[in-house]
């Protein structure tokens, strides 16, 4: 088999990136390890920055999304019952996108079907070979047989347990990463949200956010300790204590029903370096993890494949190296700043194990200065909705 860009991974950032290339007459294989059900049916990040949805829209997959996503002007950061708006519009002229990562992927998908893009499942034992020659190629088994693609760049699509990062020799990466003491337990529900905006909230029981899918399906979540499991909350447990940890005002609008997804998430920060290596490119989770605190996920592998798509096309279709050679600078950039970011939302509003009194007050201040600070809040602002790429 041979193609231009081998993308190994079929989530969102992989078939986002080869559904640019292909617009631009560059070929893709994708290789991806689970099957399509499995990769559709993962519950993951459910907000757009406004570049991202921009990028959607430049890769012809915004219909669905103008008409099923909602818009956000803002959100909440409460403690207790002191709740503090942040106007993403009024601060920043900007909004971002309430359009869940599943549907993101559902409609990538059926963009590439259409363009019929190659997109292998149940890829085994993937090995990427020969990344400083002029071209390289992959070795990987698929429905019994061992296979070949010869390919001129490779990029790394295939999140924090794939094989791409590893592949870059160990003494030429430097990893950062700050694993945090606790995890989120989010469920999917089919029942009006609390309110028409996010709710980040702290209070003495911990911290909950709210937020919804549509107008009829919320996603929840409430921070647990890492050695909780899912069958440690039942439904009832769940609707208890995400009552009492959100703002009573948003607590008396709150309708209950069952779960109809349930799941905890550990959360860490976690940077490897460099994103380039020879012809092959870390995109997204490959190369970084945040907390979901600042909504940044989903949205930092949008501007990893902002910047390599645009490179890619250059070095294939124009000969000019500039982009490959920039890429993992570039993109860094733009990853330390939203690790700066959600490291702070995470810090601002969880409670940590053993920590004084001295953290909660400054959690506390912290909260009364953006409520009190337009420059403060426009900081936070610029930051949620998405620094330019």
């Known amino acids: 088999m041979k193609t231009q860009v081998a993308i190994i991974g079929g989530g969102p950032s992989g078939l986002l990136l080869s559904q640019l290339l292909n617009k631009a007459g560059v070929e893709t294989v994708i290789l991806e390890r689970s099957t399509r059900d499995h990769v559709l049916s993962r519950i993951r990040a459910g907000i757009l920055e406004w570049g991202a949805v921009d990028l959607l829209r430049e890769a012809g997959v915004g219909d669905r999304m103008a008409t099923e996503g909602i818009p956000h002007d803002g959100c909440y950061l409460t403690d207790e019952d002191l709740m503090v708006?942040?106007?993403?519009?009024?601060?920043?002229?900007?909004?971002?996108?309430?359009?869940?990562?599943?549907?993101?992927?559902?409609?990538?998908?059926?963009?590439?079907?259409?363009?019929g893009t190659q997109i292998l499942h149940g890829v085994e034992n993937v090995s990427i070979h020969d990344l400083d020659q002029s071209q390289s190629y992959v070795t990987f088994r698929h429905e019994g047989e061992e296979k070949r693609l010869d390919c001129l760049f490779v990029a790394g699509c295939d999140g924090f347990h794939g094989v791409s990062r590893k592949t870059i020799p160990e003494e030429k990466r430097s990893e950062f990463e700050r694993v945090y003491p606790f995890g989120w337990l989010g469920i999917l529900s089919h029942t009006p949200p609390v309110h028409d905006e996010l709710i980040y909230s702290n209070s003495r029981h911990g911290f909950?956010?709210?937020?919804?899918?549509?107008?009829?399906?919320?996603?929840?979540?409430?921070?647990?300790?890492?050695?909780?499991?899912?069958?440690?909350?039942?439904?009832?447990?769940?609707?208890?204590?995400?009552?009492?940890?959100?703002?009573?005002?948003?607590?008396?609008?709150?309708?209950?029903?069952?779960?109809?997804e349930k799941s905890i998430a550990p959360l860490r920060s976690f940077v490897s370096e460099p994103l380039r290596w020879g012809n092959l490119f870390l995109v997204g989770d490959a190369a970084h993890i945040v907390p979901p605190t600042g909504a940044k996920g989903l949205n930092l592998a949008a501007s990893d494949v902002f910047y390599l798509h645009q490179a890619l096309i250059d070095a294939v279709k124009g000969g000019s190296t500039t982009g490959v050679e920039e890429y993992s600078a570039r993109a860094l950039q733009r990853i330390w700043k939203a690790m700066r970011f959600s490291w702070q939302m995470t810090t601002m509003l969880h409670r940590f194990d053993g920590e004084d009194s001295f953290a909660e007050q400054m959690r506390k201040s912290t909260l009364r200065h953006l409520a009190d600070s337009e420059t403060a809040r426009r900081d936070l602002a610029e930051n949620y909705i998405g620094l330019p790429y």
């Open 85 to 115: 708006h942040i106007d993403f519009r009024e601060l920043t002229g900007k909004q971002v996108m309430v359009y869940g990562q599943t549907e993101v992927t559902t409609d990538l998908y059926a963009a590439q079907d259409k363009m």
């Open 208 to 260: 909950a956010l709210a937020s919804m899918r549509n107008e009829n399906l919320v996603r929840y979540y409430v921070q647990v300790p890492l050695t909780d499991t899912v069958d440690d909350w039942s439904d009832d447990r769940f609707w208890h204590e995400f009552s009492r940890r959100i703002p009573s005002e948003a607590a008396s609008r709150l309708v209950t029903g069952p779960s109809i």
